[in-house]
Antibody
């Protein structure tokens, strides 16, 4: 079974750094892209960006370029989304998904709460 | 980039058919056959229902179908069932080499 399992919920203060993960199993991790999607409380889905775990090529939404970093470690079949300095407006659920321009399956989501 | 335009809500009775529209531009929906549809229950991760405008992943009911005309894509759910009540999102690849989502549509089964 193809599965993406994400790291657990995080509570952070503004200005702190954070790296969340997405581990793939049941398929060749380097055979497909991984994407990240944000869902703010009570709102819709927003595309953050994608990574090719095979060569670490990335593409970002202009809205998130420079605000986050997407990376991957193919040796452990894991993709990451990280922030150097969190803001309260980063509070959201972040999902990873397998694919480049559509996602299937999705991880269960990681809830990130940024509050002083 | 603005989100693709979806109706905020649609409703239908069990057994009926409903259509959810997703309107973009000639730079996204109208140009590429890379439209997808997702179903999301409250508190759950989205699930892929349709990709590449009209292709259904294995395991998705054939009551769900997708189509496109011009700059508007559509998701049709036939034989509406109570379990179809959820939020639905469309997405499209764009000429800016990015992915755009719709604002989401809440489906209510009366």
């Amino acid at each position: 079974e193809v599965q993406l399992v994400q790291s657990g919920a995080e509570v952070k203060k503004p200005g702190e750094s954070l790296k969340i993960s997405c581990k793939g199993s049941g398929y060749s991790f380097t055979s497909d892209w991984i994407g990240w999607v944000r869902q703010m409380p009570g709102k819709g889905l927003e595309w953050v960006g994608i990574i090719n775990p095979g060569d670490s090529e990335t593409s970002y939404s202009p809205s998130f370029q420079g605000q986050v970093t997407i990376s991957a470690d193919k040796s452990i079949s894991t993709a990451y989304l990280q922030w150097n300095s969190l803001k309260a407006s980063d509070t959201a659920i972040y999902y990873c998904g397998r694919g480049k321009w559509w996602f299937d399956p999705w991880g269960q989501g990681t809830r990130v709460t940024v509050s002083s | 980039q603005s989100a693709l335009t979806q109706p905020a809500s649609v409703s239908g009775s069990p057994g009926q058919s409903i259509i959810i529209s997703c309107t973009g531009t000639s730079g996204d929906v109208g140009r590429f056959n890379l439209v997808a549809w997702y179903q999301q229950y409250p508190g759950k991760a989205p699930k892929l229902m349709i990709h590449e405008v009209s292709k259904r992943p294995s395991g998705v009911s054939n009551r769900f179908s997708g189509s496109k005309s011009g700059n508007t894509a559509s998701l049709t759910i036939s034989g509406l069932q109570a379990e179809d009540e959820a939020d639905y999102y469309c997405s499209s690849y764009t000429s800016s080499l990015t992915l755009l989502f719709g604002g989401g549509t809440k489906l209510t089964v009366l």
